[in-house]
C-alpha cells in the first residue's frame, strides 16, 4: 500500500481497478458509494483528494471516465466492454447500474470512445434504416446531433431510437416505416434530452 494513501482510499483505488479489469470501463460514483455505503459527497472527497495525491484523474461532465494513473493502471484487453441498457429509470444517472442489464463485448479497434452504450431496439419503426426488433444499436454519447441523425432520445422517462429534427418551435423524432407516425413535441411541454448518435449496430441471426 503506498504511504500516500489512506487504507479507505485505498480500497477505493483497488476497486475502481478491479471493475475495470472486469468490465473494461469504470465504475459510476454510484457505483462506489453502493459498494462501500457511502453518500456520494463523501465519494467525491475522497476521490478528489485521491487525485490530489496523483494516482486518479476525473474528467469533469462525462459519465465513467475515472482514470488510473500509471501506477495503478490497468492493461486495456483487445475488446470494449459496452453496457447495454435497459429501461432507464427516471432521476437515474444513464449509465447506473440499476440501468444495465448486460454488457456487450466489441472490438476496441471498432469503437474507440469508452463513452458509449447500446440500446436494445423494441419495434420496427426504423426497419428501413436497416435497424429491427431485438438489434442492439451502439449509441455515442452526446447531447447533440446533426438535423437527420439517428438518435437515441429520452422523452420524459422513455427512450426512442429517430431521425432527429428540430427548428425554434417543435422537436421531430422522425421514423423509417410508413406504418409510423412522427412523434411531434412542442418545446417546452416534455423533457426531452438527446442521449447520443448511433454509431453501430449488432444483430443475432
Known sequence: MSKELTEKQQKIIDFIRSYIERNTYPPSYDEIALHFKMKKPSVFDHLNAIEKKGYLKKHAYRARTLELTEKFSVAKPDYLSIPILG???AGIPLLAIENIEGNLKVDR???KNINSFALRVKGDSMIEAGIGDGDLV???????VDENEIAAVLIDDEVTLKYYQANANVIKLMPANPRFKPILIRRGT??????GK????FRKF
Not at 451502439?138 to 447533440?144: D, T
Not at 416534455?190 to 442521449?195: D, G, Q, W
Open 87 to 89: 429501461k432507464i429509470a
Open 109 to 111: 479497434s471498432m469503437f
Open 138 to 144: 451502439i449509441i455515442n454519447m452526446q447531447p447533440v
Open 190 to 195: 416534455k423533457e426531452v434530452r438527446i442521449l
Open 198 to 201: 448511433a454509431v453501430g449496430l
